[in-house]
């Protein structure tokens, strides 16, 4: 018999932030010292499914080494195979069938590895997959991507090819859209679209929040309350029982420059 425990979907997004080569050792965004944090955050949150951005290569080992045993790995890099920066969706293996997944590129070429959208400054997927979760008995569409940083047309555009291509997926479904849209949550372009296409902010319909609400981009500066939320958890056909965003530390270094975002949630009932 399910229990409510386990029929209850942990999810949680990060930019884990890319590894940069030009920092020193006791410098915050330095990864050899950042990466332990990682792996302890995502031993000790335990989650379904995790959305991974900014993840080149050289970060994977880390990723796998902490999610490996108990999670499949979806996405490939922006530039094709490992290459550039990956989105990328952990799985809970006990939980989930996955039933099928693909990755595109938010342009006006969506199969075109490594194309650019409109005035982006590189290259911006999505990762979906649709599953079976076995807690539920319900098959549910997971998604993680990453919009453009600098062109405001390319998030816009990105956002409307983001709904169109989940809705294909998901038909009726449940459906999680997780990332860092890089775009302000509640006043901004993308959430207007992905808010029309029907998805709800976890931050703004959750039951109940864990801790401060914060801004999800300190920058390795102290969290703003009340600040700019760029990473989100959005949802369809699911009730939102809690959103957290916090910046884990450990022995005070923090494991990226993003805020950690985490939601659980619920199919919602008939």
């Given at each position: 018999m399910r229990t409510a425990e386990t029929s209850?979907?942990?999810?949680?997004?990060?930019?884990?932030?890319?590894?940069?080569?030009d920092t020193r050792s006791g410098e915050a965004d330095h990864w050899p010292e950042r990466a332990p944090v990682l792996a302890h955050l995502l031993r000790e949150a335990d989650a379904d499914v995790v959305g991974a951005q900014e993840v080149l290569a050289s970060q994977l080992p880390v990723l796998d080494e902490a999610l490996g045993a108990t999670h499949e790995r979806l996405g490939i890099g922006r530039e094709?195979?490992?290459?550039?920066?990956?989105?990328?969706?952990?799985?809970?293996?006990e939980r989930f069938e996955v039933r099928d997944w693909d990755q595109f590129w938010l342009s006006e070429q969506p199969a075109l590895i490594g194309s650019v959208g409109w005035d982006g400054h590189c290259p911006r997927i999505a990762v979906w997959a649709r599953v079976l979760d076995r807690a539920s008995g319900q098959e549910i569409v997971l998604a993680v991507t990453h919009l453009d940083h600098a062109g405001e047309l390319a998030r816009a555009r990105g956002a409307e090819l983001l709904a169109a291509r989940l809705?294909?997926?998901?038909?009726?479904?449940p459906l999680v859209l997780m990332g860092d849209f890089n775009a302000a949550g509640g006043q901004s372009a993308a959430w207007d679209?992905?808010?029309?296409a029907g998805l709800e902010d976890?931050?703004?319909?959750?039951?109940?929040?864990?801790?401060?609400?914060?801004?999800t981009f300190p920058d390795y500066g102290a969290p703003e309350p009340?600040?700019?939320?760029?990473?989100?958890?959005?949802?369809?056909?699911l009730d939102v029982e809690q959103y957290r965003a916090w910046v884990p530390q450990l022995g005070g270094r923090a494991a990226s420059d993003h805020a950690t975002v985490s939601a659980r949630l619920r199919p919602t009932r008939p």
């Open positions: 209850a979907l942990k999810v949680l997004t990060q930019n884990i932030r890319f590894h940069s080569a094709g195979g490992g290459r550039g920066e990956h989105n990328l969706l952990f799985l809970r293996r809705r294909e997926a998901a038909g009726a479904a679209v992905l808010r029309e976890a931050h703004d319909v959750a039951a109940a929040h864990d801790g401060q609400d914060i801004g009340g600040g700019t939320r760029i990473d989100w958890i959005l949802s369809r056909g």
